[in-house]
């Protein structure tokens, strides 16, 4: 397992649920100057250095374009679905002469939105521009993206207890990763439960465990009620979760209403003086 993992994005998913994100390549053309007046993608900056390709064919380059994407969108927990990706050229390319591969863009952990499209400063070897510095050459990788979460090795109850040897990375579609997505590396605390059933398929959310509370619904109380100097117990069942000291609703056998009680200890809740 990776020892990080990163939400896609810092509270909510990329407008309108992205689920195909089109990474724009751009190849500058002319001088060094064409290319800074490109290089700022949503404010963000050009990433430092560059990759240098020598791609004989464009299904090289495509390759080549896939790797250096998803190299660069690691820091972010991403990735790209290479299977689905389609490359197209605005117009032919010399293929088998080195390039210089420049990021426009940076991505780094969250909060930092997602810098789309993406766009690369591609010239050749040396410092020209272009095919043979006559324009500006688009290359455009369509391909959808795919995030990290964090799953369950087996079906977990609520209730049960819920250790990071439980969890194993996973990866999904960018636009089905919900926006509290548990963050990485895992720092469940010792005793975590489950506040919810979690089946290998479930995205696990932050807030899927944490401290047992003191009663879980459908837990068996032990209720007691006070009347004057005259206490009385019964069985009860608790219709949600609380911790101490929070009132609930609950069930007692044989009676038709629910009543309101107080929760005083793990199982045991004290019947309010309102009652129902």
Do not use: K, N, Y
């Not at 397992?1 to 649920?17: F, K, T, V, W």
């Not at 506040?195 to 032990?222: F, K, M, T």
């Amino acid at each position: 397992m990776r020892p990080a993992l990163h939400a896609l994005h810092p509270g909510r998913r990329p407008a309108g649920g992205l689920a195909a994100a089109t990474l724009v390549l751009l190849a500058a053309a002319g001088d060094a100057s064409a290319a800074g007046g490109a290089s700022a993608v949503g404010g963000a900056s050009a990433e430092a250095g560059g990759e240098r390709l020598r791609p004989s064919s464009q299904l090289e380059l495509r390759e080549a374009l896939i790797a250096l994407a998803e190299r660069r969108l690691a820091a972010s927990g991403l990735h790209v679905d290479a299977a689905r990706a389609r490359l197209t050229l605005s117009r032919p390319l010399r293929f088998d002469e080195p390039l210089e591969v420049v990021p426009l863009w940076r991505a780094g952990p969250r909060p930092a939105p997602l810098p789309l499209p993406l766009r690369f400063a591609l010239r050749r070897d040396g410092g020209e521009g272009g095919e043979g510095g006559d324009g500006a050459l688009l290359a455009t990788l369509a391909v959808p993206l795919q995030a990290e979460v964090w799953t369950v090795s087996r079906p977990v109850e609520r209730g049960e207890r819920l250790a990071c040897s439980d969890l194993q990375a996973a990866r999904r579609p960018l636009a089905a990763v919900p926006a509290d997505a548990l963050d990485a590396p895992c720092r469940l605390a010792a005793g975590a439960v489950t506040l919810r059933r979690l089946s290998p398929s479930d995205v696990v959310r932050a807030g899927d465990a944490g401290e047992r509370p003191a009663v879980l619904v459908d837990d068996a109380l032990q209720l007691r009620v006070s009347q004057g100097a005259v206490a009385l117990q019964a069985r009860a069942v608790a219709l949600s979760d609380g911790r101490l000291g929070e009132t609930v609703r609950v069930r007692v056998p044989g009676r038709p209403a629910p009543f309101r009680a107080r929760i005083t200890a793990q199982g045991v809740a004290t019947l309010l003086e309102e009652g129902r």
